[in-house]
Nanobody, 126 residues
């Protein structure tokens, strides 16, 4: 059983940066594809970014390409989401997710992930 704890959220102004972290425990971190999702009020939880278990492959939703960077440190059991040039429309609760072990490829669907954190709030003011 993998436990995930997000941190790093907060209230920032448009154009600012934040780095989210997700610390994993209870499993072998390097065996899991990791993803970030976000959910704005009244909306569904949407894919943001994902990274393969090795870190060699990443994927981003179009709206964050060039602004967000996902990375992982398997020695620290942590995945990061560096968010630059933040916009008010980035406001949401951000969730970290882990796939089952040795999942093939990296997925954008919520169904591709087995374990979820409780989320961290990111609010971007205009």
């Amino acid at each position: 059983q993998v436990q995930l704890v997000e941190s790093g959220g907060g209230l920032v102004q448009a154009g600012d940066s934040l780095r989210l972290s997700c610390a994993a425990s209870g499993g072998i971190f390097s065996r899991h594809t990791m993803g970030w999702f976000r959910q704005a009020p009244g909306k569904e939880r949407d894919f943001v970014a994902a990274i393969s278990w090795s870190g060699g492959t990443t994927d981003y939703t179009d709206s964050v390409k060039g602004r967000f960077t996902i990375s992982r440190d398997n020695a620290k059991n942590t995945v990061y989401l560096q968010m630059n040039s933040l916009k008010p429309e980035d406001t949401a609760v951000y969730y970290c997710a882990a796939s089952s072990e040795w999942a093939s490829g990296i997925g954008r669907s919520r169904d591709a992930y087995t374990y979820w954190g409780k989320g961290t709030q990111v609010t971007v003011s205009s």
